[in-house]
Nanobody, 124 residues
Framework: QAQLVESGGGLVQAGDSLRLSCAAS????????MGWFHQAPGQDREFVAG????????NYADSVKGRFAISRDKTTNTMYLQMNSLKPEDTGIYSC?????????????????WGRGTQVTVSS
């Protein structure tokens, strides 16, 4: 059974950094596009960053461009989100997701698999 498990969330101050990890198991996602999504309290879940199947192409929501970086390690089936210069509005649950199909671009993600999420809280 395919499973995505996030880790690395926590409570930080504005301006700090965090690195989230998403470990995949039960299925290799080495040929799948993957991404991160954010759900702020009381808000809908929204796209944050996507990465294509090879890791060679990434894209970001405007709100995080220049501050966040998505990457993946296909040898360990793990995806990361480096979050710098965190702001209070970055607070929320961060979930990783993966498409079930192969050779996705990471743009306009349509995930088939989701993790449960990890909480990030940024205090001002």
């Amino acid at each position: 059974q395919a499973q995505l498990v996030e880790s690395g969330g926590g409570l930080v101050q504005a301006g700090d950094s965090l690195r989230l990890s998403c470990a995949a198991s039960g299925r290799r996602f080495s040929s799948s596009a993957m991404g991160w999504f954010h759900q702020a309290p009381g808000q809908d879940r929204e796209f944050v960053a996507g990465i294509n199947w090879s890791g060679g192409s990434t894209n970001y929501a405007d709100s995080v461009k220049g501050r966040f970086a998505i990457s993946r390690d296909k040898t360990t089936n793990t995806m990361y989100l480096q979050m710098n210069s965190l702001k209070p509005e970055d607070t929320g649950i961060y979930s990783c997701a993966a498409e079930g199909g192969a050779y996705g671009t990471g743009y306009n993600l349509h995930p088939d698999y989701w993790g449960r999420g990890t909480q990030v809280t940024v205090s001002s």
